[in-house]
């Protein structure tokens, strides 16, 4: 009896701190004094560290609020620093506000910062505190970074998440590179220490402004490639979709367009069903050798040719041009960073090492050098599942 009691007297002693411990809002955060950071940007200055941030005031039940440029809903603000958090300590010189980023989700870094000193700082200054989000994706920029902030967003609230819409739509075309910081660092560290991001552009259309689809905009000019944290050169949309298909990126639903007979007009389009890649490695005293199949399944979404596509052999003739177009693709890719930039972009690096794991004891340059003299052997096959309502091209005068 003495010992259920004494239980009781425990467990409501327990309950009790418990409860103190769990009342209260110690670290809140009022609407009224934060800004809430959705992307930031970083430019090359020699004397100091620059960033720029596009913040949302949240007490703000509509957007329409001036922010220091004259945009609306959205604020944007330049500091420099000594380091990056010293920058951001220098925002509240300029926003009686707190900066909250954990809602920060983009990442801009300019060529010339990329280049010259690379993305280490950056990535360093988002991984170290657990307030930033390591899932931001980072993107680099033609011109300065800052540039494309202060371009008015066409469609979305601000340009922060208008960058981010079209990354995240331009992806599904299999001539972009969606990373997050973590996927970019993981890969940095791995055996190729080769990573890819996004690049972008603003592209000036000409007319007003406010309109979309004129004035100056945003656009995707295929990929950023970086070695040990420092950008080494650049994929244009169409050699990215080359690495994208040895990466195992090409999703279902892609579209692949190509000519139906060699030397021909393009004149197919298919979407894809299912994209089956099998990549086995081999390591030889005498060399490398990477051996790809690719299995893809789909249906034809527009046809111009003239041909009966009930004929098999015009079906079959179609199948082959569109294995053919996908190992150009891939061959293209290949000739670049193998004779060009001289980097694995393809990951082959991880596929060796899962199977040899001497590999993981190479440094990144002698990796890099079994890579130079890598052999490459493509197989692809297409198989056509359907073909549409209409079993021929439109008639042509």
Same mark, same amino acid.
């Given at each position: 009896?003495?010992?259920?009691?004494?239980?009781?007297?425990?467990?409501?002693?327990?309950?009790?701190?418990?409860?103190?411990?769990?009342?209260?809002?110690?670290?809140?955060?009022?609407?009224?004094?934060?800004?809430?950071?959705?992307?930031?940007?970083?430019?090359?200055?020699?004397?100091?560290?620059?960033?720029?941030?596009?913040?949302?005031?949240?007490?703000?039940?509509?957007?329409?609020?001036?922010?220091?440029?004259? &945009?609306?809903?959205?604020?944007?603000?330049?500091?420099?620093?000594?380091?990056?958090?010293?920058?951001?300590?220098?925002?509240?010189?300029?926003?009686?506000?707190?900066?909250?980023?954990?809602?920060?989700?983009?990442?801009?870094?300019?060529?010339?910062?990329?280049?010259?000193?690379?993305?280490?700082?950056?990535?360093?200054?988002?991984?170290?505190?657990?307030?930033?989000?390591?899932?931001?994706?980072?993107?680099?920029?033609?011109?300065?970074?800052?540039?494309?902030?202060?371009?008015?967003?066409?469609?979305?609230?601000?340009?922060?998440?208008?960058? *981010?819409?079209?990354?995240?739509?331009?992806?599904?075309?299999?001539?972009?590179?969606?990373?997050?910081?973590?996927?970019?660092?993981?890969?940095?560290?791995?055996?190729?220490?080769?990573?890819?991001?996004?690049?972008?552009?603003?592209?000036?259309?000409?007319?007003?402004?406010?309109?979309?689809?004129?004035?100056?905009?945003?656009?995707?000019?295929?990929?950023?490639?970086?070695?040990?944290?420092? *950008?080494?050169?650049?994929?244009?949309?169409?050699?990215?979709?080359?690495?994208?298909?040895?990466?195992?990126?090409?999703?279902?639903?892609?579209?692949?367009?190509?000519?139906?007979?060699?030397?021909?007009?393009?004149?197919?389009?298919?979407?894809?069903?299912?994209?089956? &890649?099998?990549?086995?490695?081999?390591?030889?005293?005498?060399?490398?050798?990477?051996?790809?199949?690719?299995?893809? &399944?789909?249906?034809?979404?527009?046809?111009?040719?003239?041909?009966? *596509?009930?004929?098999?052999?015009?079906?079959?003739?179609?199948?082959?041009?569109?294995?053919?177009?996908?190992?150009?693709?891939?061959?293209?890719?290949?000739?670049?960073?193998?004779?060009?930039?001289?980097?694995?972009?393809?990951?082959?690096?991880?596929?060796?090492?899962?199977?040899?794991?001497?590999?993981?004891?190479?440094?990144?340059?002698?990796?890099?050098?079994?890579?130079?003299?890598?052999?490459?052997?493509?197989?692809?096959?297409? &198989?056509?599942?359907?073909?549409?309502?209409?079993?021929?091209?439109?008639?042509?005068?």
């Amino acid at each position: 009896m003495r010992s259920a009691k004494r239980k009781a007297i425990i467990m409501l002693l327990i309950i009790q701190i418990f409860s103190c411990l769990l009342t209260g809002c110690w670290d809140r955060q009022e609407l009224n004094e934060i800004n809430i950071i959705m992307g930031v940007a970083q430019d090359f200055d020699e004397s100091a560290k620059q960033i720029t941030i596009v913040g949302i005031d949240p007490s703000q039940k509509q957007a329409g609020k001036e922010g220091s440029k004259g &945009t609306s809903g959205y604020s944007i603000y330049s500091v420099k620093g000594k380091n990056l958090f010293d920058a951001e300590k220098n925002l509240a010189l300029l926003t009686p506000r707190n900066e909250f980023w954990s809602h920060c989700d983009l990442i801009l870094v300019s060529k010339e910062q990329a280049q010259k000193e690379g993305v280490r700082d950056m990535l360093g200054f988002f991984s170290r505190d657990y307030s930033r989000r390591s899932t931001a994706t980072l993107i680099v920029t033609e011109g300065r970074a800052d540039e494309m902030f202060f371009s008015t967003p066409s469609e979305s609230q601000n340009p922060a998440q208008e960058i *981010l819409d079209i990354q995240r739509f331009v992806g599904k075309s299999g001539k972009a590179i969606n990373k997050s910081i973590y996927e970019f660092m993981a890969e940095t560290e791995a055996v190729t220490g080769v990573s890819l991001v996004g690049f972008y552009t603003i592209k000036d259309f000409g007319g007003d402004p406010n309109i979309s689809g004129r004035g100056k905009e945003k656009q995707a000019q295929g990929t950023a490639v970086f070695k040990d944290y420092k *950008l080494i050169g650049q994929l244009t949309p169409e050699e990215t979709l080359g690495v994208n298909w040895l990466r195992e990126d090409i999703l279902p639903g892609f579209a692949i367009t190509f000519p139906s007979q060699k030397n021909g007009p393009v004149d197919v389009s298919l979407v894809t069903d299912s994209v089956k &890649t099998k990549i086995e490695p081999f390591l030889t005293a005498t060399g490398s050798i990477v051996k790809v199949e690719i299995a893809v &399944t789909g249906k034809i979404i527009e046809y111009d040719g003239q041909e009966n *596509l009930m004929d098999e052999k015009v079906f079959k003739a179609i199948e082959q041009a569109c294995s053919e177009q996908i190992k150009r693709d891939i061959s293209i890719s290949w000739e670049k960073c193998q004779q060009e930039l001289e980097v694995d972009a393809f990951r082959l690096g991880d596929k060796f090492s899962n199977k040899y794991k001497t590999v993981l004891e190479l440094s990144q340059q002698e990796w890099q050098e079994i890579f130079l003299d890598m052999k490459l052997e493509l197989n692809v096959k297409t &198989t056509i599942r359907g073909s549409g309502l209409r079993r021929e091209g439109p008639k042509r005068g």
